[in-house]
């Protein structure tokens, strides 16, 4: 199941005594441990019925172990074991038969949390197969965009501020957390968000304090820097490019992002001119749906002989690079104004 099925299953009261918590986004695992926690476990005493153990030092006896004791004071009892491959690693012998007898009869006074915080468990791996069979592997993705947005708004309430609908999306697209090329979490965008959220005078947040504040991302940039060359307009391509070189991108990174990034526009209007629809266009380009819909937006923008002529200035630009140039900035911002020449 996904996380928000989970998060109903807690406002419904309707747990089970077992979960395996799978996926990338750390931040909503630990939010979905806090609901847990906030529901069934008295904070008096949460000390006695809250226990937390990691996968590296523990062994099936010991999850047993704080798994049996009653809870105190409480109806439930609340066990998380992080690293679940680390576990498993320590009962690779005949332990692991004893481990799936023992989950399959678990009071009901337990909820016990299996935590695969390092996203390294497979899904044909017998633990995986084990909870998945029963709707108990939670899967915790990316925040799905209306998600998103709900949660945004819960930190601007949190700190009395407000952001217009259109704002949050911007806001939400500068921060790179849809992109696949950019490692973001949930714990990445919350610290941007802040920093806007201090920075703001009014109680309003407009998008001047978000462009204020809001390092932009490589991809953002890279979106501008093409628009510009699309324009025709070499001052604004290489101001975007010497901000991404200011704030220490490698100069191979931001060309490799260019050069990528013009094989996409290319591929997809070749695609679209042979008659094919965008969802096999999107396969064949490798990409996903954010991604494809930024691409497919500024596609418009560019025609086909245009984005072949970048790309053999882009060719010979790569092999100056790897070969006779020294200057690789001076270089960089040459190619740029030829791009933009007519």
């Known amino acids: 199941m996904l996380y928000n099925e989970f998060f109903k299953k807690i406002d419904s009261d309707s747990i089970a005594s077992s979960y395996l918590f799978i996926g990338v986004e750390e931040y909503m695992m630990s939010l979905a441990l806090e609901n847990l926690k906030n529901k069934y476990i008295d904070s008096s005493f949460d ?3 809250y226990i937390k153990l990691e996968g590296k030092d523990t062994f099936l006896q010991d999850l047993i172990n704080a798994c049996e004791t009653l ?5 439930k009892k609340l066990v998380v074991l992080k690293d679940i491959s680390a576990f498993m690693e320590n009962i690779k012998d005949n332990s692991d038969k004893e481990l799936y007898n023992y989950l399959g009869d678990l009071g009901d006074y337990l909820i016990l949390i299996l935590v695969d915080n390092s996203s390294t468990l497979k899904k044909n791996t017998k633990v995986y197969r084990y909870f998945n069979k029963d709707n ?17 708004n819960s930190i601007l309430d949190k ?3 407000k952001m217009n609908l259109s704002d949050i999306n911007y806001f939400i697209d500068s921060s790179s957390y849809k992109s696949r090329n950019i490692n973001i979490s949930l714990y990445d965008v919350e610290n941007e968000l802040l920093k806007v959220i201090d920075f703001s005078k009014k109680e309003l947040i407009s998008r001047d304090d978000i462009d204020k504040v809001l390092a932009k991302s490589i991809d953002t940039n890279i979106f501008e820097l093409l628009n510009a060359i699309n ?19 490698p100069i191979a990174r931001i060309f490799h ?6 094989r996409l526009l290319l591929g997809y209007k070749l695609y679209k001119n042979k008659g094919y629809q965008d969802g096999l266009i999107q396969e064949k380009l490798g990409i996903k749906d954010y991604e ?3 691409i497919r937006t500024q596609s ?8 072949e002529r970048i790309m053999e200035y882009l060719l010979q630009m790569d092999l100056k690079l790897k070969t006779v140039s020294t200057q690789d900035k001076l270089e960089m911002e040459i190619l740029l104004v030829k791009l933009c020449q007519k």
């Open 159 to 161: 700190h009395n501020k």
């Open 292 to 294: 494809f819909k930024k």
């Open 136 to 152: 108990r592997a939670v899967e915790f993705t990316k925040l799905l965009n209306n998600d998103l947005i709900n949660w945004t």
């Open 47 to 49: 000390t006695l019925n």
């Open 71 to 75: 809870p105190f004071m409480s109806d």
């Open 257 to 262: 992002m260019i050069t990528r990034q013009i």
């Open 300 to 307: 418009s923008s560019f025609q086909v002989l245009q984005l």
């Open 231 to 249: 324009r025709n307009d070499s001052e604004k391509a290489i101001l975007v490019f010497n901000e991404m070189y200011l704030s220490n991108e």
